[in-house]
């Protein structure tokens, strides 16, 4: 017997076919053939299709940038270039530097580098290494399943709402959608290894847990 793979079954042609489902349409075999242009904008055969793999994309960006256990990684090492730049990852969504009490700095994203609001410049010490957190955008494949269902539900959401104006199918939808987010707390919750005093990720240092007790 052949064990399940979940890369064969979540991919953005099976959300793109929820997303039809909920409207009321029929399924697609393909996401049809479509160029991207020097712009890196898409042009596709079908306009529904098109219009819909466009909100399960722009769903799967408004998902991320919550920023989750899955795509958040803290104390990054970053070094100024020659220049002095930090440059911004063409894959970030949000990035800050580690320690939020340094009010000595305050980041913000201008012309795809750090810029520095508290000292009114992008230019850094070159060659010096800081830490900073960022929250990273993946493509739909690489999102963990339970997200997807989130991102694939928020999607249909905007579909019944701007394609089928059916206020009882978008009431449903989002009945859906926020069960999906529940299933994603409860996934963060045990993922995130999160500890309520605030310590970093280096610190071996764990909080007292009674649930263990009651567990034996």
Not at 29 to 38: E, K, P
Not at 65 to 77: A, P, Y
Not at 127 to 140: A, C, H, K, Q, T
Request: hydrophobic share 35%; glycine share 4%.
């Amino acid at each position: 017997m052949t064990a399940p793979n979940t890369t064969d079954t979540d991919t953005e042609l099976s959300a793109v076919n929820t997303i039809l489902g909920a409207i009321g349409q029929s399924p697609v075999t393909t996401l049809g053939t479509y160029t991207v242009n020097s712009n890196q904008i898409a042009t596709y055969d079908n306009p529904e299709i098109a219009f819909v793999h466009n909100l399960l994309k722009e769903s799967n960006i408004d998902v991320q940038n919550e920023g989750w256990s899955f795509n958040t990684e803290n104390h990054v090492h970053k070094i100024a270039d020659s220049n002095g730049y930090i440059q911004f990852d063409n894959n970030a969504l949000r990035m800050d530097f580690s320690n939020p009490e340094d009010r000595f700095y305050d980041v913000v994203k201008r012309n795809n580098r750090l810029y520095d609001k508290v000292n009114h410049t992008d230019v850094f010490t070159a060659g010096e290494e800081y830490r900073v957190d960022i929250v990273w955008l993946f493509s739909f494949e690489d999102v963990p399943s339970i997200f997807k269902r989130l991102i694939t539900y928020r999607a249909a959401g905007r579909a019944a709402t701007q394609l089928v104006t059916n206020q009882q199918l978008v009431q449903l939808i989002q009945v859906q959608e926020q069960s999906a987010r529940a299933a994603c707390m409860e996934y963060e919750c045990n993922q995130g290894d999160y500890n309520y005093l605030g310590y970093p990720h280096e610190s071996s240092f764990n909080t007292y847990k009674p649930y263990i007790g009651l567990a034996r």
